[in-house]
T-cell receptor
């Protein structure tokens, strides 16, 4: 069965600093991988997805993520964080031939210092 | 704006009462999902439906039921609410094309408190 681990429950970075949010997954084959962002009181918004091909994927709002099969990781990065990036971030994994079901990580809450 | 509409946005319910959370999508997606979100646990799948007329159990289905009479609507029912069902509930939809896994689109959630 698939599983997703986000090791960091809460991260604080200064505005303008770089950001990396970690995501590790467990799945026997090539997974489908997603990052979502959730602002307070809102639903989840898709940041980016990896299905196949180029392992570095670009998303919205200046985010990118890199799929590393050898490390079973799909870390989210942003070179310069803005105060509006403060939110909760979820990594999710889907499996081939299991419909659209996703398994979500526990989430990482990002705070941004002025 | 196209998307997913959930109702109500919030509700306080007495234990033992029944409640139906509504979810409607206008994207004509074939698949729909219900999740609950609890602090420290992320989102957990309650039930899903890959197409109208079919439903399946997710990770935490006990105490909940769903139906999928048509493409657009996917209501979630709590037959006899218990305090442990206090949570934020999210409905989502996606398009399933063969074996591929398209991104899910989410509603804004229903905050439910069981007293």
């Amino acid at each position: 069965a698939q599983s997703v681990t986000q090791p960091d429950i809460h991260i604080t970075v200064s505005e303008g600093a770089s950001l990396e949010l970690r995501c590790n997954y467990s799945y026997g084959a090539t997974p489908y991988l997603f990052w979502y962002v959730q602002s307070p009181g809102q639903g989840l918004q898709l940041l980016l997805k990896y299905f196949s091909g180029d392992t570095l994927v670009q998303g919205i709002k200046g985010f990118e993520a890199e799929f590393k099969r050898s490390q079973s990781s799909f870390n989210l990065r942003k070179p310069s964080v803005h105060w509006s990036d403060a939110a909760e971030y979820f990594c999710a994994v889907g499996a081939y031939n299991q419909g659209g079901k996703l398994i979500f990580g526990q989430g990482t809450e990002l705070s941004v210092k002025p | 704006t196209a998307g997913i509409t959930q109702a109500p946005t919030s509700q306080i319910l007495a234990a033992g009462r029944s409640m139906t959370l509504r979810c409607t999508q206008d994207m004509r997606h074939n698949a729909m999902y219900w999740y609950r979100q609890d602090l420290g646990l992320g989102l957990r799948l309650i039930h899903y439906s890959n197409t109208a007329g079919t439903t399946g159990k997710g990770e935490v289905p006990d105490g909940y039921s769903v139906s999928r009479a048509n493409t657009d609507d996917f209501p979630l029912t709590l037959a006899s609410a218990v305090p442990s069902q206090t949570s934020v509930y999210f409905c989502a939809s996606s398009e399933i094309r063969g074996s591929s896994n398209q991104p899910q689109h989410f509603g804004d959630g229903t905050r439910l408190s069981i007293l």
